[in-house]
């Protein structure tokens, strides 16, 4: 597995640069988002894991002044469309910090171009922090970034959704922030297969009706609760989509429910699933699509998330299992904590693509990789 090195420019205050730098406030319309962010006051401020954002300016040189509650990482592709790896691996890890993203030893040199695009997205899940993007710096204009490409996909899960662990190369370790990658997940492999952008409403540990070990149970605070909420792990501001509406959402919740050995009781579960289920179409309208699949656990939960689909009362709604069949080895495909790495989520994604294809309509292609 190729492994790309993490630049920890946290750790100190960048120097200036030695040109006249011109600054942008990060909520700038010419800054594309994907993900659910908060604007406020030119800052932009997000915590689930996979939100991204995209760049385009001239010159050769941009920065970002950002802040982090906690320590996350973040993913950098330069001039190229995201995939499984990175040009580098950034670390934000202080309050208000100038962190160089990308400089002109970062580019092939006698390569010249007009205009650079750069994307930057959130490897790490909530609980590793919120981070704030505060103001971006360029040598020369910012210019506008691509938009929102027209397929989007909308992901609801738990720590296969994070790709909790997915880098560790050592079956069983456990897990580290620095193993969590998102871009190397089913999630992000679907997108790309279908030339997409996605988002993820996701927290390793979280369940429908219970969480893993009956963690938070005091707190009853599960996915559905989650689900409606700008951040990860702040009940308000609750979520207002905007424009930025999925094509198809894709919930993969149930593993933790049915964790340690013990199960939820049928009727708060499918009560609490088929909420979640009316969240989503509140927010994108009756015809959404949303596809719900049950995980490799336990039969008992295909039928409950199959009964949930029949019994929701609205169309488009559809249903898949993941059996052990077709999940991992778990001698040949395992990261950390007994979760699945990136060659399981592969083969997770060659099941889901059927699914999808028909669902929206979008082509399958034969001999096309998942990459």
Known sequence: MKKTAITLLSAFVMAAPAFAAQKTAASDSRITYVGRTLAQDGDVSFDWSATYAKITFQGDYLAVRASDTKKDYFNVWIDREMSADADKVLCINSADTLLTIVSSADFKKGKKQASHTVIIQKRTEADQGRTTFHEFVTDKDLLQAPAVKERLIE?????????????????????????????????????????????????????????????????????????????????????????????????????????????????????????????????????????????????????????????????????????????????????????PNEKAHVKLTYALIPYFSTITGWDMQPGKPVE
């Open 155 to 339: 992901f609801v899960g738990d720590s296969y959704t994070c790709g909790y662990g997915i880098e560790n190369s050592i079956s069983r370790n456990r897990y580290t922030p620095e193993t969590q990658n998102t871009s190397k997940t089913y999630c992000a492999l679907l997108a790309r297969y279908f030339d997409a952008d996605f988002i993820t409403v996701s927290h390793s540990g979280k369940g429908i009706t219970r969480n893993y070990d009956d963690s938070d149970r005091a707190s009853r605070w599960y996915m559905p609760d989650r689900y409606t909420c700008t951040f990860d792990n702040a009940r308000q501001p609750k979520w207002e989509p905007g424009d930025l509406k999925p094509d198809i959402t894709m919930i993969y919740l149930g593993q933790n429910d049915f964790s340690t050995e013990r199960q939820p009781m049928r009727d708060p579960f499918k009560n609490n699933y088929k909420r979640l289920i009316k969240e989503i179409k509140d927010y994108y309208g009756e015809d959404h699509p949303i596809l719900c699949v049950s995980t490799k656990v336990d039969k008992l939960l295909f039928d409950f998330v199959r009964e949930c689909v029949e019994e929701c009362g609205y169309r488009n709604v559809y249903y898949d299992g993941m059996f052990q069949a077709v999940h991992q080895d778990n001698d040949q495909e395992l990261g950390a904590d007994w979760h």
